[in-house]
């Protein structure tokens, strides 16, 4: 069975991702099961979603815990631990990242042994986390990398999934699920099949009995400000809001009571100021000013800027 | 026949198109709402003839609902959760008008705390109401289910609604490949429903679901809606003979998996249950006979055949996802009570887990499955166990340590 999970953001297509690989194979005869997981946060947020694909029925069900394939499409998630990248990754996995870097220096900071490849840069100074076309791409390189997807099978995906966006959207992403496809062409098959856990000799669980907690401890209580603080929810933005002063008429609360994480203040003179430290981008700000005084700009272009490395 | 991938939400929506749902009342909540958006796209295009009406609770949608049923015509609606929860009083409530509709609900874990993941604690909250309760195991159960439930909850023998169930996510966002019914071929099975003397006539004036102030005409109606429950055993049957006939597919009251020459027996409900079937298919290729009853139907609770399928197994391994509080696993003291005092009964052992979705790997069952040999060997079952690991608390205690940062005194 093939076990490939897809790793990103809300709003770059991961689910996309994950229904065009899974019709993929099943135009190529194979039984499918796909299915994305996400949790209340939507734009921005991490999110995965993941595809089994085997030539007999499907009993496995829920997340997959030991995948074959991950795909990353940004690269900003493999450090945090509750985006839960690397989990399950062994030797046999397979990566295959959104990222300038090369892989072999991938390889080097994750030390798991597993082989990494990389999405080929397209052009220098593009958002790459939010190209629209990320989740076909992602997709088009896993139909490769698994070996067994023909192009023409890839090509049925595509229409099977995102006709309904019309012809131009649909073309767009085709181009870019190809384009992927092609450029994997040397890896082909990469991907091994893993096999099914086996009844004999497994890992016993650590099972432990739970005792009662004093319930002041056991209640599902946050105390004070220092998590939402600490919880640094900008890392998730892939557009960034950026005021223009000239522009702000200082109304003094629209974007302030309007942005979700109260991550607008408002100065003694009206001015407002993003804390971008917590800022999600979800640009709901960009929306609801009046004169129109809030751009979203490419968070990676305005990270580059910021530190010309 | 073609098959194509559809999500168990998808599936869903199918069933009540195929059924030609007429009125559906809705309220959306995750992880339903793909079903109302789905249907109310087929309506308003035109592909799905029917009306669908938002109301403003689940409270209302399940009144409406029953309301709707009570002049004749074919209701679907669905819920979540917390959804389900608020419309207790309805559930409970229009049971006992004995009239046929359907409600699916997309189980999701109760609050506190809030999840969005599944277990059947939900669904469970509903158990006692009168309404019948079909679970379903894969996205083709749910379509086909719907079918079922329908003929089921509007056979005159009957008369009630029904609840037909599919676990969040693991169903309802999951896709897999579905066989829908042909039209016609849902039309045979299901023909339109015939109402009887329930269609609504403002000419001729009824009451409905009268009240009584007498415990013995009291006693008698909630008996008769018990008994009509029972009833559905009989005739569930039948439809589940016509529908293999009209589609080929079987859904039997209670599924036996490898288990004629099965020691020992895995009992779960749901879509979780396909990964004790895998775990089955693993023990049986390292030598171990075991095998997976899971019961579709919930409500009314097969007793007769659980008895013919688990009476002289050595072991029967319960995993409950929901829990009782104060108590442990519904399905389990289910079982105990159908089981206790029969000849050749086995050792019964209860797992809770997979609250709130949370995974039981291969391990957990390959370990199950141990404890279950070593208890029949004993003729004693180990105590019962909330499946938790040490892994698990330590990760808990690294946020239980974060969300106290702030207070002084840490235990
Ligand atoms: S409303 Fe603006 S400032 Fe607030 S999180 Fe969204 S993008 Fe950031
Ligand atoms: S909503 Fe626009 S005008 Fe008002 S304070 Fe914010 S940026 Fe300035």
Redesign the interface.
């Given at each position: 069975m093939f076990r490939i999970r897809f790793h990103g953001r809300g709003g770059q297509g991961i689910k996309t991702a994950s229904q065009i690989l899974g019709s993929a194979f099943f135009r190529s005869g194979f039984e499918v099961q796909d299915a994305p997981r996400y949790g209340a946060e939507r734009r921005g947020a991490p999110i995965f979603a993941y595809v089994r694909a085997d030539r007999s029925p499907i009993h496995e069900r829920g997340v997959i815990l030991r995948p074959d394939l991950v795909v990353v499409a940004d690269e900003s998630l493999v450090p945090i631990p509750a985006a839960g990248v690397l989990q399950g990754v062994t030797s046999n996995t397979l990566l295959l990242v959104n990222s300038p870097q090369t892989p072999e220096l991938w390889q080097q900071r994750l030390k798991l042994g597993a082989p990494v490849l990389c999405l080929p840069v397209e052009s220098e100074g593009e958002d790459r986390a939010g190209l629209p076309h990320i989740g076909a791409t992602c997709a088009g390189a896993a139909a490769r990398l698994v070996g067994v997807v023909a192009r023409e099978s890839l090509v049925q995906a595509v229409e099977d999934e995102l006709a309904k966006l019309g012809a131009d959207e649909l073309e767009f992403n085709l181009d870019h699920a190809l384009a992927a496809f092609d450029a994997f062409s040397r890896h082909a098959g990469r991907v091994q099949e893993g096999a099914a856990i086996e009844a004999g000799g497994y890992a016993r669980p650590e099972w432990i009995d739970l005792e009662p907690d004093a319930a002041l401890f056991a209640a599902p209580d946050v105390e004070g400000a220092a998590t939402s603080e600490g919880a640094k929810t900008g890392l998730w933005r892939t557009l960034r809001p950026v005021i223009d002063y000239e522009r702000c008429n200082r109304c003094s609360w629209i974007c302030s009571t309007l942005c979700p994480d109260g991550a607008i203040r408002v100065e003694a003179d009206h001015t407002p100021r993003v804390d971008y430290d917590h800022c999600k981008g979800c640009m709901v700000c960009v929306a609801v000013c009046p004169p129109h005084a809030i751009a979203a700009v490419s968070e990676a272009g305005a990270r580059a800027e910021e530190s010309p490395a | 026949m073609t098959r194509q991938?559809l999500t168990g939400n998808g599936a869903a929506a199918w069933g009540a198109r195929l059924a030609r749902a007429d009125y559906v009342p809705a309220f959306p909540i995750t992880p339903q709402t793909e079903i109302i958006e789905t249907l109310a796209e087929w309506i308003d295009r035109g592909e799905m003839a029917g009306r669908l009406t938002t109301l403003e609770s689940e409270h209302s949608m399940i009144t409406a609902a029953a309301a709707a049923a009570a002049t004749g015509v074919r209701v679907f609606t669905a819920t979540s959760s917390q959804g389900l929860l608020y419309g207790l009083e309805m559930i409970y409530t229009v049971a006992g008008w004995r009239v046929p509709f359907l409600l699916v609900n997309v189980s999701r874990g109760l609050a506190?705390?809030i999840t969005?993941e599944p277990d059947h604690t939900d669904v469970l909250a509903a158990r006692d109401s009168g309404f019948l309760q079909v679970h379903c195991a894969t996205c083709q159960e749910i379509v086909d289910t719907v079918l079922i439930a329908y003929r089921l909850a509007e056979d005159p023998r009957i008369r009630l609604p029904a609840i037909v169930n599919q676990d969040g996510?693991?169903l309802s966002?999951?896709?897999?490949?579905v066989e829908l019914p042909a039209p016609e071929a849902a039309q045979r099975f299901l023909p339109a429903f015939d109402p009887e003397a329930i269609r609504f006539r403002a000419s001729r004036p009824l009451s409905q679901a009268c009240a009584v102030l007498g415990a013995s005409s009291y006693s008698y109606f909630r008996y008769e809606t018990h008994l009509a429950s029972l009833k559905a055993l009989d005739v569930y049957d039948e439809i589940a003979e016509a529908f293999e006939q009209e589609f080929g597919r079987r859904w039997p009251p209670v599924e036996a998996y490898r288990c004629d020459d099965a020691e020992i027996v895995f009992f779960m409900i749901g879509?979780?249950a396909?990964?004790a079937?895998?775990?089955v298919?693993?023990?049986r290729?390292?030598g171990?006979a075991v095998g997976l009853v899971r019961p579709r139907l919930v409500r009314p609770w097969p007793a007769g055949e659980l008895r013919r399928t688990l009476l002289r197994k050595r072991a029967v391994v319960v995993v409950d996802q929901n829990l009782s509080m104060g108590s442990g696993g519904v399905l389990h003291a289910e079982l105990a009570a159908t089981l206790y005092g029969q000849p050749g009964a086995p050792v019964l052992l209860s797992f809770v887990g997979a609250l709130g979705?949370r995974?039981?790997?291969?391990?957990?069952f390959?370990?199950m499955?141990r404890l279950a040999r070593e208890a029949a060997e004993k003729g004693e079952a180990p105590a019962p166990?909330?499946?938790?690991?040490?892994?698990e608390?330590r990760e808990m205690r690294k946020l239980?340590a974060?969300?106290?940062?702030?207070?002084k005194e840490l235990?």
């Open positions: - | 991938l506190t705390p969005l996510f693991y966002f999951t896709r897999e490949a879509a979780f396909t990964k079937r895998e775990a298919d693993r023990l290729d390292a171990v979705g995974d039981i790997p291969p391990e957990e390959f370990e499955a166990r909330l499946l938790y690991t040490a892994q608390l239980q974060v969300a106290h940062a702030e207070r235990p």
